[in-house]
């Protein structure tokens, strides 16, 4: 879903005195027609096209379908397949349809890989325009070249909702086509299957645009939590921590692009394989736009050695960082031309519950209140509305609330 003006996210959760320190830059302690002979006659109303119908599939144990491979050799382009709650092994497919929408009923649809693939690429395999999948759950995907994926995304457009990828050598994996959007709302991706640096969370390869809103990112092998080489992205309300897990970079846009970063927890594990936290440019700026606003983000660095908040390339047109909490190393190198304020370093113990990753503000605190406006990109306002909410949801910030630094306003 594309972030509005008053509801970014294109879309899972959300001090002590002592916990303030000198800030960051600024650094202190979200035709009408013309007719020539022929004149147009009004319709009558039994003339009136009856709207259309669409094609509805049971999928179940118990339904004239069974399975999901057999739906996807019937579904056309606009079925909309129900699929009953229960375990689906090695029942995989690929889905070529347009206007496809596969919603479980019932409760979760697990899709379990029991050996099997589809294509060699995953248990998914995508190519329709505007297709949407809810309620799945994608578990053990496992392909010959190692990078098997829950949902392997060739071409056209997807909409995942309340899905689920455990286990799996890659959660979701993208080629590299412009045309390609993908949107993703309230989805938990991990823990991923051990591997050897090719085991993303999620790897978005370089299409157009990229929204990721109220999910939940965790417990990370080698490879990354969040990986995108998409033109556009809006990274909005988000949970990535890799807690005892041991990824690499957290959040990582390697050839650049726009990335809105807004109202996102971001947590470094203390066995991390890499010391960023977020990274950008590093595989060199490819495209025509590279800015990257991160703003009103709460990043927790617990590499005991220190870890480094953001890694980015010489050359970025725009980098702003304004109304961050961090906490960890107390240091962010601020580099040529960046805008950096109302940025503050805090200590774990300003946070509710730092150890369970509940990054609210102490009542205590005095940093409510200290944000400042950011301002909009693209007509889309980088002020946070909503909040994340663990697990994957989002909670809406009440009008009137004091605006503050960090992800969690209320």
Same mark, same amino acid.
């Given at each position: 879903m594309a972030p509005g003006a008053q509801v970014p996210g294109d879309a899972d959760a959300l001090t002590t005195r002592r916990g303030l320190c000198k800030g960051l830059g600024v650094l202190v302690p979200l035709s009408l027609l013309k007719l020539t002979s022929v004149q147009?006659?009004?319709?009558?109303?039994?003339?009136?096209?009856?709207?259309?119908?669409?094609?509805?599939?049971?999928?179940?144990?118990?339904?004239?379908?069974?399975?999901?491979?057999?739906?996807?050799?019937?579904?056309?382009?606009?079925?909309?397949?129900?699929?009953?709650?229960?375990d689906y092994p090695g029942d995989v497919a690929v889905w070529p349809q347009h206007d496809l929408t596969l919603r479980a009923v019932g409760g979760r649809v697990r899709v379990i890989a029991n050996g099997a693939h589809a294509q060699g690429k995953g248990l998914f395999v995508c190519t329709g325009d505007?297709?949407?999948?809810?309620?799945?759950?994608?578990?053990?995907?496992?392909?010959?070249?190692? =990078?098997?994926?829950?949902?392997?995304?060739?071409?056209?457009?997807?909409?995942?909702?309340?899905?689920?990828?455990t286990d799996n050598e890659n959660g979701l994996l993208s080629a590299n086509d412009p045309s390609i959007t993908l949107d993703i709302e309230r989805c938990e991706f991990g823990p991923i299957a051990p591997g050897e640096g090719r085991t993303h969370n999620c790897y978005v390869g370089a299409i157009?645009?990229?929204?990721?809103?109220?999910?939940?990112?965790?417990?990370?092998q080698s490879g990354h939590l969040l990986k995108t080489r998409a033109a556009v992205n809006h990274i909005f309300y988000n949970r990535l921590s890799d807690e005892t897990g041991r990824a690499s970079f957290e959040l990582e846009f390697p050839n650049g692009g726009l990335a809105l970063v807004v109202g996102n927890l971001i947590q470094q594990s203390p066995s991390t394989d890499n010391f960023h936290l977020i990274a950008y440019g590093n595989e060199g700026l490819a495209g025509p736009r590279h800015e990257?606003?991160?703003? =009103?983000?709460?990043?927790?660095?617990?590499?005991?050695?220190?870890?480094?908040?953001?890694?980015?390339?010489?050359?970025?047109?725009?980098?702003?960082?304004? =109304? =961050?909490?961090?906490?960890?190393?107390q240091e962010l190198k601020p580099g040529a031309g960046w805008e950096q304020h109302h940025n503050y370093f805090v200590n774990l113990d300003s946070f509710i519950h730092a150890d369970q990753l509940d990054a609210r503000l102490r009542l205590d605190s005095p940093l409510f209140g200290r944000a400042v406006d950011?301002?909009?990109?693209?007509?889309?306002?980088?002020?946070?509305?909503?909040?994340?909410?663990?697990?994957?949801?989002?909670?809406?910030?009440?009008?009137?609330t004091p605006y503050s630094p960090g992800a969690f306003q209320v």
């Open positions: 147009a006659l009004p319709t009558r109303p039994e003339a009136t096209a009856a709207p259309k119908v669409l094609k509805v599939l049971k999928v179940g144990p118990q339904e004239a379908i069974r399975t999901l491979a057999a739906a996807a050799a019937q579904a056309e382009a606009g079925t909309v397949i129900e699929v009953r709650a229960g505007r297709q949407r999948i809810e309620g799945f759950d994608f578990i053990g995907a496992r392909v010959p070249d190692r =990078n098997g994926a829950g949902i392997r995304l060739e071409r056209g457009s997807l909409s995942l909702r309340d899905c689920r990828f157009g645009r990229l929204s990721v809103t109220g999910s939940y990112f965790h417990h990370g990257l606003h991160l703003i =009103n983000n709460t990043l927790i660095d617990r590499r005991k050695a220190g870890g480094v908040y953001l890694r980015a390339a010489a050359g970025i047109q725009k980098v702003r960082l304004i =109304n =961050n909490l961090l906490a960890g190393k950011p301002s909009s990109v693209d007509g889309i306002s980088l002020r946070p509305t909503r909040q994340y909410q663990h697990p994957c949801a989002l909670a809406d910030v009440p009008p009137g």
